[in-house]
């Protein structure tokens, strides 16, 4: 990413899979989307134009894109809601005039170079032959401050949310997404790739991480816990991922917490509710006869949280491409029946693209690797913004739920803090 400028030169992305061991870098946008809800905002070749949408936005994206070309893509939930930050697209479409794709394997390290003509595609093949390193090593520095405070609900104000939660689902049932935001003051004069840095290496057990500089105050980091959606020629796969524990130094309460959620009611039913809506969805997308059940609660560790870990797959049927997946997936995150969402949401501040979707599409979108942007922090101007959030059921206890919030923002604001040291 250093290498070719992208963490310096936005729009530009680094977006990895450590299953797959695949990270595509991508720099100097051929082909740059932005919607808003004034509409459309496509830059290409350095001309500017805008479209206002009246139809679907998702549909409008089919005339938009270039199927030739590589393109990451991030997508807010604040598109369906009241609350949003102007000053960010509610979705933003990245086609690079130069990605390199890294392969890890047990032969070392390699990378295909795809460019929009030759020159600069020879050009970044020499620059890699001397520095490609996929090891994550600073190379710059800037002065050391004392760490701002964060800024957020206190755990009394958040804990009552999720009790009104709990009682509203004992009339209705269902399940509702209760989240907290925190902030704090970064600066200006910091690096943002550097964190992702010290973050993603910490996080070696992600479903995905990326790492997106959309303009040259604005970035985008995360380590995502599970996708949206993955397509590979048309096997299209369902991660279902719910229910929670925190992860622990002690060996005999680390072994007595997994165990806990292997077997706790409250959160097998959690789970499973989750896997029932999963499995429904993929019915109305693949081919009869072809879903296959690839893990039905196993278990996905990170570093400071497990989650009871399913994954579904199926053939798509042939009359859909990752477009209409796309719109069929959003919104990602949200709470259902949908009479609970506003009981959920308030929306009164925006959720910038915490609980979207980030990801990527290889040419022709046949490769699509889409993730729940989870875990993760928005750094705009001097600010860092991120979220955290639970699902939350009939059976939850409230006290647990503001504790696993905390789990799984732990690793993340531990990262923050090891990078504001430096």
């Known amino acids: 990413m250093r290498a070719l400028g992208g963490d310096r030169l936005p729009p530009s992305y680094l977006f990895h899979i450590p299953q797959s061991g695949k990270t595509w870098v991508g720099a100097s946008p051929s082909l740059l989307i932005r919607y808003s809800r004034r509409g459309f ?13 009246a139809e679907n936005p998702f549909q409008t994206l089919r005339k938009l894109i270039d199927p030739s070309r590589p393109c990451f893509f991030m997508v807010s939930l604040d598109m369906q809601r009241r609350s949003h930050d102007a000053s960010l697209p509610l ?24 460019a929009g003509d030759r020159d600069s595609g020879q050009r970044v093949k020499a620059l890699l032959e001397k520095t490609v390193d996929l090891g994550f090593e600073r190379n710059s520095s800037t002065a050391a401050r004392p760490p701002s405070a964060w ?23 269902g399940k509702m997404i209760v989240t907290r935001s925190y902030n704090k003051i970064v600066g200006t004069d910091i690096d943002p790739f550097r964190l992702f840095e010290i973050y993603s290496k910490n996080e070696p057990g992600a479903a995905a991480a990326h790492f997106a500089s959309l303009d040259d105050r604005t970035f985008s980091l995360g380590c995502s816990p599970e996708n949206v959606f993955e397509l590979d020629h048309r096997r299209l796969s369902f991660d279902v991922v719910a229910s929670t524990r925190g992860i622990s130094q ?27 809506r999963y499995q429904s969805r993929l019915e109305g997308l693949c081919e009869a006869g072809s879903i296959s059940q690839e893990q039905l609660m196993g278990v996905r560790t990170l570093r400071r949280v497990r989650h009871l870990h399913s994954r579904l797959s199926g053939t ?13 997936s959003y919104p990602p995150l949200s709470s259902y029946p949908s009479e609970l969402v506003p ?14 979707i980030v990801g990527h599409a290889a040419p022709g979108g046949q490769e699509v690797s889409c993730f729940l942007n989870l875990r993760s922090a928005l750094i705009k101007e001097a600010t860092l913004y991120t979220q955290g959030g639970v699902g939350v059921i009939a059976d939850s206890k409230p006290n647990q739920e503001v504790l696993e919030v905390a789990n799984k923002l732990r690793s993340l604001l531990e990262a923050i803090s090891d990078w504001e040291r430096e």
């Open 41 to 53: 905002e496509v830059t290409s070749a350095g001309r500017q134009t805008t479209l206002t949408v």
């Open 91 to 114: 979705m933003v479409f990245i086609q690079p005039a130069v990605e390199v794709c890294f392969t890890r394997d047990a032969e070392g390290t390699g990378y295909e170079v795809s």
């Open 151 to 173: 800024h957020t609900e206190s755990d009394d104000e958040f804990l009552k949310r999720v009790r009104s939660a709990v009682e509203a689902l004992q009339s209705t049932p």
């Open 250 to 276: 002690d060996p005999d309460e680390d072994a007595r917490w997994l165990q806990e959620l292997l077997t706790d009611s409250k959160e097998r039913k959690e789970h499973l509710m989750a896997f029932e």
């Open 316 to 328: 798509l049927r042939p009359e859909i491409d990752f477009l209409d997946l796309l719109e069929d």
């Open 343 to 356: 009981l959920a949401d308030a929306d009164t501040e925006p959720l910038r693209y915490y609980g979207g």
